[in-house]
């Protein structure tokens, strides 16, 4: 069984970072991808960054160009998203998703909030 814990969330000021992480090292799989989504209130689930196993490639949303970074460890099991400059639109609910072989898998999320 796979449980993707995801850690690093919380509240910070407009123009701070974080850095999230998700975990899934007590699985004895390796993914092929692992991603971060997010969902902010009354708006679809939408597409932050993704990192490959394959060659260590990654592939970002428009608004996370240049403003996050994700990293990954190999074997593929643990995932790093570093947030910067983050502003009130970034405020959501964060969610881990991991792909092998045909499965997925989904983080219970983790809270994001920009605010002053």
């Known amino acids: 069984q796979v449980h993707l814990v995801e850690s690093g969330g919380g509240l910070v000021h407009p123009g701070g970072s974080l850095r999230l992480s998700c975990d899934a090292s007590g699985s004895t799989i390796t993914f092929d991808h692992m991603s971060w989504f997010r969902e902010a209130p009354k708006k679809e689930r939408e597409f932050v960054a993704r990192f490959f196993s394959d060659g260590g490639l990654t592939s970002y949303g428009e608004f996370a160009k240049g403003r996050f970074f994700i990293s990954g460890d190999d074997p593929l099991n643990t995932i790093n998203l570093q947030m910067n400059n983050l502003g009130p639109e970034d405020t959501a609910v964060y969610y881990c998703?991991?792909?092998?072989?045909?499965?997925?898998?989904w983080g219970q999320g983790i809270q994001v909030t920009v605010s002053s």
């Open positions: 998703f991991a792909y092998s072989e045909g499965d997925t898998y």
